[in-house]
C-alpha cells in the first residue's frame, strides 16, 4: 500500500455515507448541534449552497442566507460529527462551480432557476419541499 | 524510557471524540526488532538497541549483517539504542505501536528539512528593510554586525546568513490521538520534523512520561 492509500486509510471511516446529493445552488438545510453547558441543541441553517471544496474527509461546503437583509455565509466541513444532518429544500439550476457571484446579488436577481430543463438526473429526487 | 523507530508517513486530520478536528501527523512505527540488549556488566550501561525497516542483504555490511543474524531478525534499514527500555524484551522480540496508547505523550525526533543557504530573514526571523519608501537594494539584510574600534571585532555566535535545516530537532509533549495495531500506525498531534518517508524516532515523553500522564 502506497503512502497516500495509508493516509487515506486513516481517514476512511470518519467520511460520512449516505448523505443526499447536494449541488451548488441548491437551497438546503444544515442541522448542527450546539453544546451549551451540558445541554446539547439542534440549530438549523438554511441558506443557497454555494461552493463545496475539498475531497474526502476534508470537504468544506458553503452555504448562504439573508437575515435582516444582511448577507450571511456559513462554511461546514462536511464529515463533522457535529453536524447531524444535511436536506435538501429546493434544488436549482446553476452554471457554474462557485456561487460567488451571488454576493453582488439583490432582490430578485438573487434567485437561482429552478431546475427544470434537461436535469432528468435529479427530477425525483427527494427534497424536504416534496417530503 | 520506552520509544520506537518509525517512519513519517505525513499529515492529515481526524475528528476527536467531542467532534473537533485534529491535526495529526502518521507515523508507521512498527515492527520493531529487538537487536541486542546492552547490559551494566557487559556495556557499562543498560540499553536496547532496536532495528525497523526492510533492507535487502546486499545492502548491509557483512558485520551489520552478523550482528543481526546473532540476534535473528531480518535485515533492518535503521538501528537505534534505546536506554533504560522500561520493558523486558529479549533479542528477536518484535515491538510496536502496542507499547504506547492513546493519551500517551511523546517526543518526536527527526532530522529537518533542508533548506539550503538561506538568508537572515528567514533562517533568524529578522525584519529587513522595507519594501517601499524609496527603499533600494536594502530589503533582506541583516543591518550592522558590529559596534567601533572597541571591540573592534564581530561577537560569537553572530546570528548571520548560513545553510539551515537537515539537524536533528525534537519536538516535545505530542499528545498520541490514535494507535491503529493492526498497520501499525501512530496517530501524533501537530507535526514532527523532518520530510515525508524519513524516519523518525517516537519516545516516551521526557517531561510527561507515561506513569504521571496516568496518575
Known sequence: MGIQQILESVTESQVKQGLPRMDVGDTINVHCRIIEGDKERIQVFQGVLMSRKGRGPQEMITVRRIVDNEGVERTFPINSPKISEFEVVRRADARRAKLYFLRDRSGKSRRLRDRRRGLKHVAGLKTAEHA | MIGLIGKKLGQTRVYDPSGRAVPVTVVLAGPNYVVQKKTTATDGYEAVQLGFGEQKEGRLTKPVLGHLTAAKVPALRRLRE????????????????????????????????????????????????????GAKGWHRRSGAIGQRLFPGTVMRGMRMPGHMGQVRRTTQNLLVVKVLPEDQLLLVRGAIPGAAGEFVIIRESKKRPKVAAKK
Open chain 2, 82 to 133: 534505546f536506554r533504560d527500555f522500561t520493558l523486558d524484551v529479549k533479542p528477536g522480540d518484535k515491538v510496536g505501536v502496542e507499547i504506547f496508547a492513546e493519551g500517551d505523550y511523546v517526543d518526536a525526533i527527526g532530522v529537518t528539512k533542508g533548506r539550503g543557504f538561506e538568508g537572515v530573514v528567514k533562517r533568524h526571523g529578522f525584519r529587513g528593510g522595507d519594501m517601499t519608501h
